[in-house]
C-alpha cells in the first residue's frame, strides 16, 4: 500500500513541479529542489514511511529526467531506446 500512495504522491508532485512553470527548465528545478526537501523532511520525521518516500523522491527524479532529456534531444532520439513517449 505504501508503494502504491508513494507513486501517487510522485505523480502528483511532478505535474505540479512540470506545469505550474509552464514546462520552463529553471523554475521546474526549483520545484524539484523544494519537493524532494519536503520529501527529506517526512523521511527524516517518519522513518516507518522510507520506502514510501524514497521510492516517492525517486519517482519524481525519473519523470522529471525523461521529461527533461525529450526537451533537449527530442522526441525522435528519445524514443530510439525503445522507451515510448507520452505526452
Do not use: H, N
Not at 505550474?20 to 521546474?28: L, M, Q, R, S, T
Amino acid at each position: 500500500l505504501l508503494r502504491i500512495l508513494g507513486t501517487l504522491v510522485a505523480v502528483v508532485v511532478t505535474l505540479i513541479t512540470w506545469y505550474i512553470v509552464d514546462e520552463k527548465v529553471p523554475g521546474i528545478f526549483v520545484f524539484l529542489y523544494l519537493f524532494q526537501a519536503i520529501s527529506l523532511y517526512f523521511l527524516l520525521k517518519y522513518p516507518q514511511l522510507i520506502p514510501a518516500v524514497i521510492l516517492c523522491m525517486i519517482t519524481q527524479v525519473l519523470i522529471i529526467g525523461y521529461e527533461l532529456q525529450v526537451l533537449k534531444i527530442g522526441v525522435a532520439a528519445s524514443e530510439a531506446t525503445g522507451q515510448p513517449f507520452y505526452p
